[in-house]
């Protein structure tokens, strides 16, 4: 097995491609070792010292560090991790647990809003190794969660101002605003 790495606009994440896919359906974020239970892969990468976070995309993982660390000592141990876990045949997400970002019932408005940030913004945030997840949309304002190597990175605000608000006003006029959420 080889998996690839790539840096990502975050200098404190890091992007792990092990050439299978991971999620088959939906992402899982985990923001901290406790809310690892239901992932096997996330609990293994939490035991890692100095990983604080891990995000789980579709064909990649994203690791993030603490500030205190170093990927040159990090990297071999998360790939170590990674390729053991894939070749062990566990799941990445305990059965179950594994789940898509639902769409519900919604207006043609947020119909309209979810399908540009699903087809246009989640794809390119993904080659970063995060994710962009639909929270509201009200009194003209969206609300969306960044997650992954976005979640804190230094270029997110610029994305989120200047590429994704720009598309979704241009696409949708009732769009004034997209804000970040925790």
Known sequence: MFIQTESTPNPATMKFLPGSTVM????ANFAAS???ESSPLAKVLFGTEGVIGVFLGSDFITVTKSEHCNWEVMKPLILGAIMEHFQSGRPVIEAGDESAHSNGD?????????????TRVRPAVAQDGGDIIFKGFENGIVYLHMQGACAGCPSSTATLKHGVENMLRHYVPEVQEVQAIE
Do not use: H, K, M, P
């Not at 088959?24 to 992402?27: L, P, Q, R």
């Not at 919604?106 to 699903?118: P, S, T």
């Open 24 to 27: 088959s359906v939906g992402t």
């Open 34 to 36: 406790d809310e690892a």
């Open 106 to 118: 919604e207006d043609e408005v947020v119909g309209q809003i979810r399908e540009l940030i699903d």
